[in-house]
T-cell receptor, first 111, second 113 residues
Framework: DTAVSQTPKYLVTQMGNDKSIKCEQNLGHDTMYWYKQDSKKFLKIMFSYNNKELIINETVPNRFSPKSPDKAHLNLHINSLELGDSAVYFC??????????FGPGTRLTVL | DQQVKQNSPSLSVQEGRISILNCDYTNSMFDYFLWYKKYPAEGPTFLISISSIKDKNEDGRFTVFLNKSAKHLSLHIVPSQPGDSAVYFCAASADTGGFKTIFGAGTRLFVKA
């Protein structure tokens, strides 16, 4: 009965590959997010979707493409992976501005 | 350009004493301020929040104070317990489309038994 789930938990891949991270929430929330936590531990928002519509798109390379097939899912596809993409990626969901529920994170390592 | 700053990377407190974690922000347009707690290998967990129109919110051992004139907020934990040892993130959000939330860098709290 996990509220926000992400798969995979760990992802190790070579530079230049394409990979996807999946996220699902069973909370009935309308808004979902992707965050990146870099090596300095900063949590930075990448994207926000509301009811399958892209609302926030921070300055993220266009190699990153979020896809929301329905409001319970927000997947992140990354093309042509680079070393600097290595980080922990968190999915989250919310129904308001004063609380977000986070997934457990996906640790991406690009070799 | 960090809009939310946590200037103390770590804090060590004795069990039973008060822990005070501080946070500063630069943008007056935020509607909510939040604290999240994070254990290793887990996602952040919401702890407590405060609306920008209030100056205090209390929930059990946790109290958040907001000083809008100083653009400063703090989280008080009393009494501190060893299980409180974690990284605490301060965050600020705007009640606009997408609920954009900006996080601070985090403060690692150690509560010694």
């Amino acid at each position: 009965d996990t509220a926000v789930s992400q798969t995979p938990k760990y992802l190790v891949t070579q530079m230049g590959n394409d990979k996807s991270i999946k996220c699902e929430q069973n909370l009935g929330h309308d808004t979902m997010y992707w965050y990146k936590q870099d090596s300095k531990k900063f949590l930075k928002i990448m994207f926000s979707y509301n009811n399958k519509e892209l609302i926030i798109n921070e300055t993220v390379p266009n190699r990153f493409s979020p896809k929301s097939p329905d409001k319970a899912h927000l997947n992140l596809h990354i093309n042509s992976l680079e070393l600097g993409d290595s980080a922990v990626y968190f999915c989250a969901s919310s129904q308001s501005a004063n609380e977000q529920f986070f997934g457990p994170g996906t640790r991406l390592t690009v070799l | 350009d960090q809009q939310v700053k946590q200037n103390s990377p770590s804090l060590s407190v004795q069990e039973g004493r008060i822990s005070i974690l501080n946070c500063d922000y630069t943008n007056s347009m935020f509607d909510y301020f939040l604290w999240y707690k994070k254990y290793p290998a887990e996602g952040p967990t919401f702890l407590i929040s405060i609306s920008s129109i209030k100056d205090k919110n209390e929930d059990g051992r946790f109290t958040v104070f907001l000083n809008k004139s100083a653009k400063h907020l703090s989280l008080h934990i009393v009494p501190s317990q060893p299980g409180d040892s974690a990284v605490y993130f301060c965050a600020a959000s705007a009640d606009t489309g997408g609920f954009k939330t900006i996080f601070g860098a985090g403060t690692r709290l150690f509560v010694k038994a």
